[in-house]
């Protein structure tokens, strides 16, 4: 996760959440990982990924200073655009995992900006949920957690219809 500086708007525009996550997808290129979730909010974004190869120092600072670089330019400004580094933390159990990845998705129902995290398009929450190709997802492992309708299950979960053991 990481926030803007000063909790200036990061996102501006349409154009500005596709380049962000065209920049997520050159990075993904170059440093291998797997995102699980995402959620682009308008002063932060939120990323479950698992690292590969490559340290997430890497990875993080690669998308975070890309879009700096494209952020200042665009709309004439200097200095930072990210408030600090990142704030990151280890998830080692399945449990938590998939609490993270709720939190993720249900994180503009809690800002009052969407009623239904279905609702909002600056996250991954659709692409879980629907048969939509997302090239930058790895679902499956989320999805492994559940039986049956594996979406569904997720779907339940994530808006409190029921809970995982």
């Known amino acids: 996760m990481a926030r803007s500086v000063r909790s200036l ?3 501006r ?3 500005d959440y596709e380049i962000f996550m065209m920049l997520i997808q050159k990075t993904l290129e170059k440093y291998p990982f797997k995102i699980h979730s995402y959620c682009l909010m308008t002063t932060h974004f939120h990323m479950l990924i698992t690292t590969m190869n490559d340290e997430i120092w890497k990875i993080m600072s690669r998308i975070m200073q890309n879009y700096a670089i494209y952020f200042n330019h665009k709309y004439g400004t ?27 998705h249900l994180n ?4 009052f900006m969407v009623r239904n995290p279905l609702d909002y398009k600056y996250s991954s929450y659709e692409s879980i949920l629907s048969d939509k190709e997302n090239e930058l997802l790895s679902v499956q492992e989320i999805l492994d957690y559940f039986k049956g309708n594996q979406t569904e299950q ?6 409190g219809a029921i809970s995982v053991e």
């Not at 997720?154 to 808006?159: A, H, K, T």
């Open 13 to 15: 525009s349409e154009e």
């Open 9 to 11: 708007p990061l996102y």
């Open 78 to 104: 200097r200095g930072h655009v990210f408030d600090s580094r990142y704030v990151s933390c280890l998830i080692e159990d399945g449990r938590y995992f998939l609490e993270v990845s709720r939190y993720i």
């Open 154 to 159: 997720y779907r339940m979960f994530v808006e």
């Open 108 to 111: 503009p129902v809690k800002a």
